[in-house]
């Protein structure tokens, strides 16, 4: 079993920064791939981010390039997603999810997962 608890989100003007933080319980996170996933008002959820167990590779939604980034500590349990230059349509639900053990990046596209956090709103105002 793995518990997800995110922390960061908050109101932030446009161009701003945030750092999100999901905390994760349980021996296994280290095996897990883990991502973020966002949901805004009246919006489908949508993929932002992913990285590998390993932390070796990660992978972003086109419209986060190079302005967000995706990182981990498994020492520390913890993965996070910093969030820079904000702009106010990136404001949403942020969720915190984790598959595997060993899932492939590409596959945390899919919206499926083992386990979700339980989400931190990001609100960026313009």
Do not use: H
Not at 1 to 10: H, K, Y
Not at 13 to 21: F, K
Not at 28 to 56: C, H, L
Not at 83 to 109: F, Q
């Amino acid at each position: 079993q793995v518990q997800l608890v995110e922390s960061g989100g908050g109101l932030v003007q446009a161009g701003g920064s945030l750092r999100l933080s999901c905390a994760a319980s349980g021996r296994t996170f280290s095996s897990y791939a883990m991502g973020w996933i966002r949901q805004a008002p009246g919006k489908e959820r949508e993929f932002v981010a992913a990285i590998s167990w390993s932390g070796g590779s990660t992978y972003y939604a086109d419209s986060v390039k190079g302005r967000f980034t995706i990182s981990r500590d498994n020492a520390k349990n913890t993965v996070y997603l910093q969030m820079n230059n904000l702009k106010p349509e990136v404001t949403a639900v942020y969720y915190c999810v984790a598959d595997g053990p060993y899932t492939i990046l590409v596959a945390m596209t899919s919206l499926n997962y083992d386990y979700w956090g339980q989400g931190t709103q990001v609100t960026v105002s313009s």
